[in-house]
């Protein structure tokens, strides 16, 4: 008996649109081991036409697998699948439900000729190996097209006027925001905090936690045929929720962690203006110092038009959700785009915290962290680039110090490589072929990776030069891209790959370094590891300049 797949349901489904119960056979299978739980199974699957490797078998499946039901060559109907968009826009289906139509025994071959996936290929057409008869029960699906907007012409908004009945685009079931996961299908809907929408057709993909400010699993993205409708009806919207962290936490807190805070404001900056490195865009900046019960005083950065519309109305207690925790010889936090602050929010923490300062804060002297103060004044001392050798930095101990130098070249071999895309794991993966990776470390392969950063530099001030190591964070701020950016230009541009390190050369910045002498070979050498590489604040730097001009009249 021959059977009929489902020509070109697969680049369908790439593409992002819906496709009822295909029909597909399974090319080859591979079980993928999990340091996290149960083991995964790829599956290479075909539609006569096209086979996709980047196909994943939902768990709950795998015992089909284990005892036999499915095997290499069976043809399968798909009644529920997931395709989940991943590190640059590869696309990564899941398979939640089937049924089996034949099994190997039965099918004996390959249905067709399919060609391997190319992302921005055309399918092959159909030709007479893959259109042979299939029994009337088997009939080949139609792709669905009711309720769906063209792609290509953005997210659709339905604001229907207030008073008017809403029901849910598509009529679909509703789910809150707790319970979603990956194995729901495209469809469904949620409510946003302040003013509740209907949104249907959005893609959900596991959350990277580096760049979010709640604490969720996993993060959305509307896409070109996503709906959002304005929902009228009565909702009770939920408050805000924060999970407060003590200020004198800051410095068991790793770098880049979003956090909430609560603090009273004890000093207000002038604002500032600096200058994007990607946009080239002007835009404000204001520092505030916070304080709070546990003693401790840090500097928290507020940008654009909060920094403008500040108002320092005598030291207003401030709430944040979204804050970064930067390091600089300590800790500072910044306000992210996504963030919110709130002065005086009637909240019990913020009422508590008020009482206190009034009694008792304010006649307090707060610790602060090294290096809290903008940006040029550090915990650890600054030396110039001749000192830390002649001093001999380094030489028992891992030393750190401030220094302001210029960048003078940057090699761009070896800058970057791919690593292993768990949040909390930068190893570099083996490349498997077939568009596979492996992290020994997690002992886990992977379709995809992120980009990570390693600069070795070279910086220059008026006494001397000296090598030294970016990773991740600094390399980022003195290139001025993303890693991930920097990856693309690397593979699709390179011109402008190179343009990006000519034009982050002879930049000066305000770096914290470590200095540690290593013995390679019976030879002892100097390492310096750039901890954080700041543009200049030239005021600042000024003021302090002449401070030291000051104290050479008094010998201090």
Known sequence: MSYQLT??????IINGENIENPILQILSSKKIPSSAGAERYRLLLSDGQLSYSSV??????????????????????????????????????????????????????????????????????ATENNTNCVPAASKPPSVSTSNRTPLGSGPVVNNKPPGLPTTPVG????????????????????????????????T?????????????????????????????ENTNLPTITYDFRPLKDLDQIEPNTII???????????????????SNKEFSKRDLQLADQSGMSVRFTIWGGDAENFQDNKNPVV????????????????????????????????????GWYDRDGCNMEFNTFQGDSAGVRGGNEWKTLEQ??????GASKPDYFTSKATVIFIKKGSCMYMACPNENCN??????????????????????????????????????????????????????????????LKDMDEFAFDQVFQEASFKSYIFNLRAKFETYNDESRLKTICVSATPVDWKTYGQRLIKEINNFGTGE
């Open 7 to 12: 020509s070109g349901a697969l680049q369908t």
């Open 56 to 125: 994943m078998l939902a768990t709950q499946l795998n015992s089909m697998m284990e005892d036999g039901s499915l095997d290499n060559m069976s043809v399968i109907k798909v009644n529920k699948y997931l395709c989940n968009i991943i590190q640059n826009d590869k696309k990564v289906i899941i398979v939640l439900d089937l049924s089996v139509i034949a099994k190997a025994s039965e099918v004996g071959q390959k249905i067709g000729n399919p060609k391997s996936y190319r992302a921005g290929e055309a399918a092959p057409a």
């Open 171 to 202: 009529g679909g079931r509703i789910h809150a925001i707790a319970g979603l996961s990956l194995y729901q299908n495209r469809l469904f809907r949620f409510s946003l905090l302040f003013q509740a929408y209907y949104v249907s057709r959005a």
């Open 204 to 232: 959900l993909k596991m959350a990277n936690k580096k760049f979010s400010s709640v604490k969720n699993d996993f993060e959305m993205t509307f896409n070109s045929d996503t709906v959002i409708e304005l929902c009228t």
């Open 260 to 278: 909430d805070v609560i603090g009273v404001v004890t000093d207000v900056a002038d604002i500032t203006t600096v200058v994007g490195r990607q």
């Open 319 to 354: 709430a944040v959700k979204g804050a970064k925790v930067s390091e600089w010889g300590g800790r500072t936090l910044s306000l992210l785009s996504s963030g919110q602050m709130i002065l005086n929010p009637d909240i019990r923490e913020a009422h508590f915290l008020r």
């Open 388 to 393: 830390v050798k002649t001093e001999k930095l």
């Open 427 to 488: 190893k570099k993966l083996i490349d498997q072929g077939d568009n596979q990776y492996r992290c020994e470390k997690c002992n886990q392969e992977f379709p995809n990776f992120k980009w990570r950063l390693i600069l070795s530099t070279s910086i220059a001030d008026h006494t001397g030069s000296q090598w030294i190591t970016c990773f991740q964070e600094c390399a980022e701020s003195i290139l001025g891209v993303s890693s991930d950016a920097l990856g693309n």
